[in-house]
């Protein structure tokens, strides 16, 4: 049972390079989101995705790109990396405006 | 401005005895709540919700209770064991959809 699969699950980059986060999920669900935890802050809302084709954007966007080619895989791109983009990412799916949301377990970004 | 609060950084209780940890929330058009329970290196889990037609859902040692009129919902843990050691994040998501909003999180550390 895969469930939700990040990669890699640890990353240092410099400051300016670009990167992008892979997510794959195998429960066949429409609904699919990238949050970012940092200390005190809980989770944030990146980007969602309710189905193949369809983004929007979450709570703290900026920075960040995203695309939905398949069902399947959601991932994230950092375009130009930044210091404050040092994070720990998740991501996370489920079914069509049902809950609970199931995660992956984080990709932790450092960059410099 | 956060949404979800869960005041209370940190909680310490014995083996056996219970946990309580709290979540208030401002956005009256939250009517569903979630708590995940997360260990360090790991995702998210899952661990249980209450829609807001319920005062209270319970599931083995787990109760969940939802004040809709204080806007307050409360996680009661009976009876705690050293395995609920855990970072407990309330969240909450509004009609027919998938976004989450979470709180800062509680460190619940239980002593044996």
């Known amino acids: 049972n895969a469930g939700v699969t990040q990669t890699p699950k640890f990353q240092v980059l410099k400051t300016g390079q670009s990167m992008t986060l892979q997510c794959a999920q195998d429960?066949?669900?429409?609904?699919m989101s990238w949050y970012r935890q940092d200390p005190g802050m809980g989770l944030r809302l990146i980007h969602y995705?309710?189905?193949?084709?369809?983004?929007d954007q979450g709570e703290v966007p900026n920075g960040y790109n995203v695309s939905r080619s398949t069902t399947e895989d959601f991932p994230l791109r950092l375009l130009s990396a930044a210091p404050s983009q040092t994070s720990v990412y998740f991501c996370?799916?489920?079914?069509?405006?049902?809950?609970?949301?199931?995660f992956g377990d984080g990709t932790r970004l450092s960059i410099l | 401005d956060q949404q979800v609060k869960q005041n209370s950084p940190s909680l310490s209780v014995q083996e056996g005895r219970i946990s309580i940890l709290n979540c208030d929330y401002t956005?009256?058009?939250?009517?569903?709540f979630l708590w995940y329970k997360k260990y360090p290196a790991e995702g998210p889990t899952f661990l249980i919700s209450?829609?807001?037609?319920?005062d209270k859902n319970e599931d083995g040692r787990f109760t969940v209770f939802l004040n809709k009129s204080a806007k307050h919902l409360s996680l009661h843990i009976v009876p705690s064991q050293p395995g609920d050691s855990a970072v407990y994040f309330c969240?909450?998501?509004?009609?027919?959809?998938?976004?989450?909003?979470f709180g800062a999180g509680t460190i619940l550390r239980v002593k044996s």
């Open positions: 996370a799916s489920s079914s069509q405006g049902a809950q609970p949301q199931h």
């Open positions: 969240a909450a998501s509004a009609r027919w959809g998938n976004k989450l909003v």
């Open positions: 956005n009256s058009m939250f009517d569903y």
């Open positions: 429960m066949n669900h429409e609904y």
């Open positions: 995705s309710v189905g193949a084709g369809i983004t």
């Open positions: 209450i829609s807001s037609i319920k």
